[in-house]
């Protein structure tokens, strides 16, 4: 997918995405979590009705099936949604964690807990299930045996939907989809909708599918030959993204999940211990515990600020955390380590921006619903994202300096 910047500088970067029932639930790095209740709290505020935690919690426990965490009276036990809190962490991440809880952040052993304080260290809930297998969107709410009982129910894939059927008239009027064929555009069919048609394609698919129906902004749709049933210039704009920049270190070989890599008997011994109790390297996450926290409680020296227990309530909209810094046990992004033979593994501070400010779009490029828009993600193109990504980093490289 090409991507553009509004920022001073310029680049284009390939951004994956999961091409596949359950989406990027198929290829992500498997955290399950739920973010705290302030966030929740801070819609409501906004105006959107009954967004608050008090009525998103009951949901999330209603999908949930918390394998580590079942007596905790804030997760559910009798969802579909499986996840666990896996305790075999590498040293190097214990190792963090020591210095983090050192360094003042609250050690919590439940990511999830809503009564938790906003600043914490904590080991990350992944979504594997009781075989120790990745838990998708797809295997959870769309089994097999589900999707065989259902009459009503028919999963088209290996299709693209090109656009909706839009009847002109006040107000506008859905009244199917169009969708063809990904491999073959000859093979093209109209879905009528009896009631209603829901579009929920993803932060990106989404705009550009209502793009290419003719909502969205007049100008541009009518300069690539789409007709404009309504200029709502909001369509594709404001797409916003988290930013993460990895901090990267060498570690042993045997402390990295780079050992793989390195040492075959030790693959073909992790492979085994997988296959036979789904335990070891393999049945982990990579990203396996954390450090959350306001910015604004780091000075410039990167020490924590006394914090009044008013600072800790999880429930406040304006103790929202908006840094974190996750561990990995591997290199993270580096071409030159991947072409080293390993003879030493890495270890990833990955710094993100939990709050950004800054503002993308999605953009058609072409009337071809084959052609992918172009996203430009808009990185730090506010500045008030900046300070938290340099506090972020420089937090990272205080733990560094303490291993």
């Given at each position: 997918?090409?991507?553009?910047?509004?920022?001073?500088?310029?680049?284009?970067?390939?951004?994956?995405?999961?091409?596949?029932?359950?989406?990027?639930?198929?290829?992500?790095?498997?955290?399950?979590?739920?973010?705290?209740?302030?966030?929740?709290?801070?819609?409501?505020?906004?105006?959107?009705?009954?967004?608050?935690?008090?009525?998103?919690?009951?949901?999330?426990?209603?999908?949930?099936?918390?394998?580590?965490?079942?007596?905790?009276?804030?997760?559910?036990?009798?969802?579909?949604?499986?996840?666990?809190?896996?305790?075999?962490?590498?040293?190097?991440?214990?190792?963090?964690?020591?210095?983090?809880?050192?360094?003042?952040?609250?050690l919590l052993t439940e990511a999830n807990d809503p009564g938790a304080p906003v600043v914490a260290c904590t080991p990350l809930d992944a979504t594997i299930d009781?075989?120790?297998?990745?838990?998708?969107?797809?295997?959870?709410?769309?089994?097999?045996?589900?999707?065989?009982?259902?009459?009503?129910?028919?999963?088209?894939?290996?299709?693209?939907?090109?656009?909706?059927?839009?009847?002109?008239?006040?107000?506008?009027e859905v009244n199917g989809v169009f969708i063809e064929v990904e491999s073959d555009v000859t093979q093209r069919y109209h879905v009528t909708a009896t009631r209603?048609?829901?579009?929920?394609?993803?932060?990106?698919?989404?705009?550009?599918?209502?793009?290419?129906?003719?909502?969205?902004?007049?100008?541009?749709?009518?300069?690539?030959?789409?007709?404009?049933?309504?200029?709502?210039?909001?369509?594709?704009?404001?797409?916003?993204?988290?930013?993460?920049?990895?901090?990267?270190?060498?570690?042993?070989?045997?402390?990295?999940?780079?050992?793989?890599?390195?040492?075959?008997?030790?693959?073909?011994?992790?492979?085994?211990?997988?296959?036979?109790?789904?335990?070891?390297?393999?049945?982990?996450?990579?990203?396996?515990?954390?450090?959350?926290?306001?910015?604004?409680?780091?000075?410039?020296?990167?020490?924590?600020?006394?914090?009044?227990?008013?600072?800790?309530?999880?429930?406040?909209?304006?103790?929202?955390?908006?840094?974190?810094?996750?561990?990995?046990?591997?290199?993270?992004?580096?071409?030159?380590?991947?072409?080293?033979?390993?003879?030493?593994?890495?270890?990833?501070?990955?710094?993100?921006?939990?709050?950004?400010?800054?503002?993308?779009?999605?953009?058609?490029?072409?009337?071809?619903?084959?052609?992918?828009?172009?996203?430009?993600?808009?990185?730090?193109?506010?500045?008030?994202?900046?300070?938290?990504?340099?506090?972020?980093?420089?937090?990272?490289?205080?733990?560094?300096?303490?291993?």
């Amino acid at each position: 997918m090409a991507v553009g910047s509004s920022s001073s500088v310029e680049w284009q970067l390939t951004m994956v995405t999961g091409k596949a029932l359950g989406g990027s639930t198929k290829i992500n790095g498997l955290i399950y979590h739920r973010s705290v209740p302030g966030e929740y709290n801070a819609w409501q505020d906004a105006g959107r009705k009954n967004w608050s935690w008090q009525h998103v919690e009951p949901f999330f426990k209603k999908s949930e099936d918390s394998l580590s965490h079942g007596t905790s009276p804030s997760r559910g036990i009798e969802g579909p949604w499986q996840n666990q809190s896996v305790k075999e962490h590498f040293a190097s991440v214990r190792t963090n964690v020591k210095i983090a809880t050192e360094f003042g952040v609250p050690l919590l052993t439940e990511a999830n807990d809503p009564g938790a304080p906003v600043v914490a260290c904590t080991p990350l809930d992944a979504t594997i299930d009781r075989e120790n297998h990745r838990c998708s969107t797809d295997a959870a709410f769309l089994p097999r045996s589900l999707v065989s009982r259902r009459r009503n129910l028919n999963i088209c894939t290996g299709t693209i939907c090109t656009s909706l059927d839009i009847k002109d008239g006040n107000p506008l009027e859905v009244n199917g989809v169009f969708i063809e064929v990904e491999s073959d555009v000859t093979q093209r069919y109209h879905v009528t909708a009896t009631r209603e048609v829901i579009l929920c394609a993803g932060a990106v698919a989404t705009p550009q599918i209502l793009l290419f129906s003719g909502i969205g902004p007049e100008r541009p749709l009518k300069e690539i030959g789409v007709k404009v049933f309504k200029d709502l210039p909001g369509v594709g704009a404001r797409f916003q993204d988290h930013i993460s920049v990895p901090i990267m270190f060498k570690a042993l070989l045997d402390n990295s999940i780079e050992v793989l890599m390195g040492k075959p008997l030790t693959a073909v011994g992790q492979f085994l211990k997988y296959i036979l109790n789904g335990k070891g390297i393999l049945g982990q996450q990579v990203q396996q515990a954390d450090v959350v926290l306001r910015s604004a409680l780091l000075d410039d020296n990167t020490q924590l600020y006394s914090m009044e227990p008013g600072e800790l309530d999880a429930s406040k909209p304006s103790n929202i955390p908006d840094i974190e810094v996750m561990f990995l046990s591997v290199n993270a992004t580096d071409q030159q380590f991947d072409g080293i033979a390993k003879s030493f593994g890495g270890f990833t501070y990955l710094c993100t921006v939990l709050r950004p400010q800054s503002y993308g779009s999605v953009q058609l490029t072409s009337s071809d619903p084959r052609q992918q828009p172009l996203w430009d993600i808009g990185t730090l193109t506010n500045e008030a994202d900046r300070v938290p990504l340099q506090k972020a980093m420089k937090l990272a490289l205080m733990l560094a300096s303490n291993v």
